[in-house]
């Protein structure tokens, strides 16, 4: 149904109205170079800046490497239910993986509050921030933020040297089309608001892993 | 739930006879004496000036950063009917909702229908300041409905039925064992060590049970992306995650300004906004909602709606030579830098948006009651120095001082005979000089007879409560002459 919107054409008037006043002329220097350091090497940078973070990154060789990455992580977890995005690549890591435990697919819902950790791919690695880019076709928009622990099973070749790279690429693959949510996360949940004291875990996860295959 | 919430007390609300700008001087000239507030403010201020150092330093070339992220608003700005209506056309195309709100009454009362007309009992707050600016939780609450500020520091204010106290952080004015005194009264858990962990984890137990049990979320927004059709929202608790993930239906609340052309322009404005708000290089959760929960997804709300709020906004687009307010990203390093706001306090102002940017703002948003804010400021020029999108915030305190007086006229026959004098003694340099040697010369003799900061003394709004500013024995002219000149004109 349509909103009834009673104002619109009346705000859009008084715009239009405004701005038939001539903008002021920018004063200053209109030129200039380049804002952020060039990333020289993104994957090196991506680990920096991923400890600066707070974060886990694991670098791992081959498939084989990354489920047993996958299984000591869920070994240093507190029993209880895992939650997965339900995608063919992460059904093939879970078999060699084996957790010991309840899984609850994405196929199956959102996670639930009792989830222990959570377990996604990614769109995109960002290494000038440290960043993962996440859409809500990774297991839904609370797969990377209900659990405590979040752990991202990614791949060397996803990683972009920096945000507009990244925003760019996601311009022109529609991702914001074809995804109601995306998210770049550049960190565990964290509040700062008690005299600036960092606390992470303030809502969402303590734990963000991040395991990156290099061979694929 | 057991556990059950004041609203909030509006910025902005004076109920006592005072007017705005006489309860600003008592409170102010309180806060200002209040040693305790004072080392609280100056320990957090510290903090963030290290972290905002440390971050202006990570980026390669931050006036290039300013610049660019001027030149992204200003786009904007300049063409806002354009940007509004392409971001609008995107989210109806994915079958969410656009509100347009002429103020805060229409805002709130949309709000409010659709929650009553969804059944909804339980509502979910990510931090907004367009939600204070309209207080809408008292609204909402008047109905029936518990509403619960999610964002730690806002969670913090609203049980102690404040507003909050900065645009960044809300609870700066508390320290942990004033939150553990709160939290022990409130929510009925003590903490006796008052760790910062512990008191985090408590309210993160029961905001969770919130989280889970509202069916309404509501956001601001940090930006609207025209291209993108998407609400980008900056947290680092995930609390805005949360709100916008969970309840199944999400209210997006924002001001129209805050629309930028591109997506990739964020680029830029993340980095830059986290750097100014928090020191940080972008913020944990940089969030970008663009609809309902698609078929294909696992979760997310089933209503998408976003509220655009005028409120006043849109006649600051005639005048062009104040537009530039309508840049700002609400960073609040402004207020940090700023030397009256880190004396006075936040709560000092009675205003939504305090410091430098809200003394610029709110005359043109709630009328002339507040242009005694275009006079809190020592017009150091510090808030334009850090302004993440070069607003000339200090010019505009001038051009707001300007603007009252021409409608309104010097305040008394007195302060007009002063200002005349003023303008000829301006005009004719050996006046002034002559004016300024007379002045040393009685002063100094004032004080000599212990007069200073009597009704005597014409510094007396200065002595009366300081020591009195040491005369020099020189003019600046002459000093100028002698050696000032020279010096900064490099010896040449």
Redesign the interface.
Known sequence: MA?S?P??E???A???????????P?E???F??????AVENPLERFQQ?CK??LMECQLTDDAAASAQALTQVLQSLPPGEIFIQDDPVLRRLMTVAGPQRQVRW??E???R?QSQATITLVDALIAQ?G?IFVS??G????????APTHIVYAFAKQLVP???????N??ADGR??K???????????????????L?Q?????MRLVVIVETSA | MSTSLPSPKPAGETPSALTAAQKFLRDAATKSADLVHREIIRKNMDSYDAAHNRGRARIKDWEAARRKCQEIKREAINHLDRYLLQFEQKVLERGGHVFWAANGDEACAYIKDLAVSRGVKTVVKSKSMVTEEMHLAPVLEAVGMHVWETDLGEFIVQLRNEAPYHIVTPAMHLDRNQIRDLFREKLGEDIPDADPQKLVALARRKLREAFFAAEMGISGANFLVADAGAVAISTNEGNGRLSTSLPRIHVAVTGIEKVIPRLEDLGTLWPVLATSGTGQPITTYSTLASGPKRADEADGPEEFHVVLLDNGRSGLLANAEEREILHCIRCGACLNICPVYRNIGGHTYNTTYPGPIGSVLTPHLRGSEFEHLSYASSLCGACTSVCPVNINLHHHLLHNRRDFTKVSGPKTSGERRQFKLWRTAMLHPRLYALGGWIMRRSLRLLYGMGLAGTALDPMRAWSRKRTPVPLPSQSFRARWRSDLGRKANGNK
């Open positions: 909103t919107n104002s619109r009346a705000i859009l008084r715009i239009r109205e405004g701005l038939r006043t001539p903008a002021q920018m200053g220097n209109t200039y170079g380049p804002i952020f350091e800046e600066a973070n994405s196929s819902g959102g996670p509050e921030t960043s809500a076709s297991g839904g928009r609370g797969a990377s933020v209900v920096d945000l507009v790279t990244a925003l760019r996601a311009t914001l089309d995804n109601s949510y995306a998210c770049v996360i550049s960190g565990s949940s964290r509040t700062a608001d008690i005299e600036k004291i606390v875990g303030a809502h969402g996860p």
